[in-house]
Structures are given as C-alpha cells and as structure tokens.
C-alpha cells in the first residue's frame, strides 16, 4: 500500500533545475510539523552517507544542520538554493545536468540495484516493477502506478 504523505513532492521535482532539493526541503518542513513518518526521522539529513539528503548536501557543499536552521526560517525554496550556492557552491549547468541525470538513474545497473529490488520485495510489488530509487519512490507514494 503506497504512503502518501500530503506536502512530500516527487524526488524528480525541480527547484529552479536541480532534482531532490525540494524534497529534501519539504521533509525539513514536515519533519518539524510530525507531519513526516517518525521511521523516516532517522535517516534525515547526514544519518546515512549514501543517503540522498547527504548525497545533495555533499553536492552542494553545505552543512544539513545549517539547512534545517534556514528552511524553519521559513525562507522560500528558491532562496534556499540561492543561500545553498552562497554558503556551499554554484554547480555549473553542465553539473547539474550531471547530478540529474546520475540521481534519476540511482538503481539502474549500479550500486543501488540490490537496494530497489530489496525495496521492491519489502513493499510487496512485482520484482520488476521499475529500475530506478526515484522511480521506486514514486511508486511507493502512489504517484506512479503499475
């Protein structure tokens, strides 16, 4: 059964041309509202290496913690990504295409492969059922059907 959690947007979405950071974001917000599953507290921001809030935040060199403190200031998502390339770095267009395209394709024949399958067979969906971690998202929060 999909978990779908009002106010979470998919990790494709774009925040002025970069997947993930409006996801990333929105968890923030809802994190502090308990509007986000409390199993999903744990694995916030740097808990997890290859996780992709740290992933993002390696990305943009910034620290998550100084994130979390910006987003509770109630700053808009575009100002948060300003403030991300002030405080962290401005990735050119050509490495934001790359980070985009490398972050769609978590899954597909790499690393990750074993993770979407294990995900796949814990949630009860056809083995499968997509290739990619995004994908796998978006199926589990019922925005992509089967």
Known sequence: MPTH???????????????????MIDKIRLHADRQLPEDWASALGNAYPNSFDARCCRFLQIEYDALVSEVLAGRSEEHLLQWAYTQGRQPSEEEIEIWNAYMTKLGWRDAITERVKFRLQEASYPENAVETMFEFIDLDEGRLEL
């Not at 959690?5 to 996801?23: D, K, Q």
């Open 5 to 23: 959690i009002p106010g979470l947007r998919s990790p494709s979405e774009t925040v002025n041309g970069l997947v993930y950071f409006g996801r």
